[in-house]
């Protein structure tokens, strides 16, 4: 994926936080919705030696690669699918997988994804206006802000990237693709500095990257995947079983805050963390994208 580019090793995010919630034992089945580079996994699947089984699902075929690099070395008791985490039932019914005692997500882009510069989620560096997990589907970035009206555009920035100044965003990239399609990443970041005021232009944090962030949530339906896998990864597991989900920005950890608050009510799970596990200083220090990770983890009701 690197492309010739030197980039960031690829490190998991709260690797001990998550393995400690998830408690894999020896023998035990775990489904793996978001693999990446497999970071998570090899640490579970050292847990759950000798004959543990792991399935791992990324829409990322590069992502899929690189795992089945990293993971290599165990063998048959690895399975890799490039699937939507929101299709985990049928993957795993289709592929004679029953329960699982461990589930895990780890929401979000990896270092791969965004130190890539073709696959256009940066703007740190130049690149095509895509953002796609999956390069099979037809909706891109460039789609989106090529071809989507003002309203729709601005709906999509307030709503995935809290950007308060969404309508002026909105509105400035639709009257300069009039002149000229957008097809970079710099050329857009910089139309929406044009957009907005100039001490939101200065300010600590990038003015592109609320709008990036809410470009690539809506690429991918990122926040519909998770509503809809939720329930699914419930109900796959076993009596006991563990379920775990890393997110990066509030509307995940809103979404998976409500899901396991309701199933705990009703009894259906048991909350490991009532509130969410992060990064330490130390971690921090490594991996400062690890900085808005946040940690939620519960079992199944027996």
């Given at each position: ?121 940066s703007f740190r560096t130049d690149g095509p206006l895509d953002m796609r997990y999956d390069d099979r589907q037809e909706l891109t970035a460039a789609v989106i802000v090529n071809g989507w009206s ?7 920035i307030r709503l995935y990237g809290e950007e308060r100044f969404a309508r002026r965003i909105a509105e400035r990239l639709v009257e300069e693709r009039r002149r000229q399609r957008f097809t970079g ?118």
């Open positions: 994926m690197e492309n010739g580019r030197a980039t960031a090793p690829h490190l998991p995010v709260l690797l001990n936080e998550t393995v400690s919630a998830l408690d894999p034992q020896g023998g035990d089945d775990v489904l793996d919705g978001t693999l990446g580079a497999g970071g998570h996994a090899a640490a579970i699947l050292e847990r759950t030696a000798p004959d543990g089984r792991y399935l791992g699902l990324d829409l990322d075929a590069t992502a899929l690669e690189t795992a089945r690099r990293n993971l290599d070395r165990f063998g048959s008791r690895v399975m890799l699918v490039r699937g939507s985490y929101r299709e985990a039932a049928s993957i795993a019914a289709s592929r004679g997988w029953g329960s699982f005692q461990a589930a895990l997500l780890d929401l979000g882009f990896s270092s791969m994804e965004i130190d890539d510069p073709t696959r256009g989620f003002r309203d729709e555009i601005e709906r999509v990443t710099l050329e857009l970041a910089e139309a929406i500095a044009r957009a907005v005021p100039a001490g939101y232009r200065h300010g600590p944090i990038h003015c592109a990257t609320r709008t990036f962030q809410a470009l690539r949530i809506a690429v991918n339906d990122e926040l519909g995947a998770l509503t809809e896998a939720l329930p699914v990864l419930l109900d796959l597991l076993a009596p006991g079983g563990r379920l775990a989900v890393i997110s990066f920005h509030s509307l995940e950890d809103r979404i998976v805050k409500r899901f396991m608050r309701r199933a705990s009510d009703e009894g259906r799970l048991k909350l490991l963390n009532k509130k969410p596990v992060t990064a330490s200083a130390e971690e921090l220090r490594e991996n400062p994208r690890a900085r808005s990770a946040k940690l939620r983890a519960a079992m199944k009701s027996e």
